[in-house]
């Protein structure tokens, strides 16, 4: 599935067997394993009060078994700022699951094929700003004796559905509570940067923009310029959102390593980086000293895009290419001045002959 809401990557904690899972899925154990398909991972839905929205939702069976499945209609929240979603069950005094009713709710999901649920929602006319609704598929796994190795399924899949009543009291805004660089010199490219960003509003809503990159703090001259959020992830309303981004146009610049086309770890884990360097890339792409990263960061407030600008400064200073060259200059001035004591040696003796 591709996702092109990020900003809620979803992840679904079912205490009863299901753990937690990514849409791609993750096996809960050992043995054989049942993968489930939604589409599409999320819905952007504007809905005025006392209307109705009906919407197609897909599900897939990647497995050779007919399995009986459930729907549900969960509620969602931010989880942390690293996108993924909270889903959690609608409070008991919450009536804003009555509004969705799914058509069917159960089903047997034959292997390899694609079921259509159709999923309604009726907003009353003293409908709320904005709901947040998980649209939960839940497999029953089939029984087998205790001895035998129980069949997993890769995660319970949701498709979480955004709800914008285009209320008259909504209200848009943003913050940016941090821009930075990881690094305050790096050695080589990448440079990475964080952002996070504070929805004070009270509704959802996607800021995006670009990262800019000069030699200059007025950002004269800009040398390069990285999209922001440009697949528009969402942030909830009174949450926090971090994102990361990279520089990455200079040679060198060091890559993760691969062998035979597979990422290379160490042995923690963690990727193992090298230094590549492209000699067709311009003279110009060669990074070296201070530079500044400039945030342009943009929303939609309801009445027109409103501009948020944050900036930081970063050194990029190879420092064992320098060390190299002046450890190479600094042997050719040993050599030359023992040469020229040699040849001056040479010259005397010649003369005296």
């Known amino acids: 599935m591709v996702f092109r809401f990020r900003v809620l990557l979803v992840v679904i904690a079912v205490s009863m067997g299901l753990a937690i899972m990514l849409p791609t899925g993750h096996a809960l154990a050992a043995g054989p394993t049942i993968t489930l398909t939604t589409s599409p991972v999320s819905l952007n839905l504007r809905i005025k009060p006392g209307t109705s929205n009906v919407q197609t939702l897909q599900f897939k069976n990647g497995s050779s078994i007919p399995l009986p499945m459930t729907v549900q209609v969960k509620v969602f929240g931010a989880y942390g700022t690293s996108g993924e979603a909270a889903i959690t069950d609608p409070p008991a005094n919450n009536p804003s699951a009555s509004y969705v009713s799914l058509t069917p709710s159960t089903f047997t999901a034959q292997p390899n094929v694609w079921t259509a649920?159709?999923?309604?929602?009726?907003?009353?006319?003293?409908?709320?700003?904005?709901?947040?609704?998980?649209?939960?598929?839940?497999?029953?796994?089939?029984?087998?004796?205790?001895?035998?190795?129980?069949?997993?399924?890769?995660?319970?899949?949701?498709?979480?559905?955004?709800?914008?009543?285009?209320?008259?009291?909504?209200?848009?805004?943003?913050?940016?509570?941090?821009?930075?660089?990881?690094?305050?010199?790096?050695?080589?490219?990448?440079?990475?940067?964080?952002?996070?960003?504070?929805?004070t509003g009270n509704i959802y809503l996607a800021p995006s923009g670009d990262i800019f990159i000069s030699r200059h703090s007025d950002m004269t001259d800009a040398i390069?310029?990285?999209?922001?959020?440009?697949?528009?992830?969402?942030?909830?309303?009174?949450?926090?959102?971090?994102?990361?981004?990279?520089?990455?146009?200079?040679?060198?610049?060091?890559?993760?390593?691969?062998?035979?086309?597979?990422?290379?770890?160490?042995?923690?884990?963690?990727?193992?980086?090298?230094?590549?360097?492209?000699?067709?890339s311009p003279l110009s792409k060669f990074r070296f000293g201070k530079y500044y990263a400039q945030l342009a960061l943009t929303y939609n407030d309801g009445t027109g895009?409103?501009?948020?600008?944050?900036?930081?400064?970063?050194?990029?200073?190879?420092?064992?290419?320098?060390?190299?060259?002046?450890?190479?200059?600094?042997?050719?001035?040993?050599?030359?001045?023992?040469?020229?004591?040699?040849?001056?040696?040479?010259?005397?003796?010649?003369?005296?002959?």
């Open 224 to 280: 390069a310029n990285i999209p922001f959020n440009h697949a528009a992830a969402n942030v909830l309303p009174n949450s926090n959102r971090s994102f990361q981004t990279s520089w990455t146009d200079g040679f060198p610049l060091f890559q993760q390593k691969q062998l035979a086309g597979q990422p290379v770890t160490d042995a923690k884990g963690r990727p193992v980086q090298q230094l590549v360097w492209n000699f067709s």
């Open 117 to 199: 649920v159709k999923m309604t929602i009726n907003l009353p006319k003293s409908a709320g700003l904005g709901y947040y609704y998980a649209i939960v598929f839940k497999p029953t796994l089939p029984t087998q004796a205790p001895s035998a190795r129980s069949t997993t399924v890769k995660g319970s899949n949701a498709i979480l559905v955004l709800v914008d009543s285009g209320s008259a009291n909504e209200k848009r805004q943003v913050q940016v509570t941090n821009f930075s660089a990881t690094k305050h010199i790096y050695q080589y490219l990448p440079a990475h940067f964080n952002v996070t960003i504070r929805n």
């Open 305 to 353: 895009n409103r501009l948020v600008v944050s900036q930081v400064s970063f050194w990029v200073v190879p420092w064992e290419l320098i060390l190299m060259i002046l450890g190479a200059i600094t042997g050719l001035i040993i050599i030359w001045t023992y040469f020229k004591k040699g040849i001056k040696k040479l010259w005397r003796k010649f003369i005296r002959r």
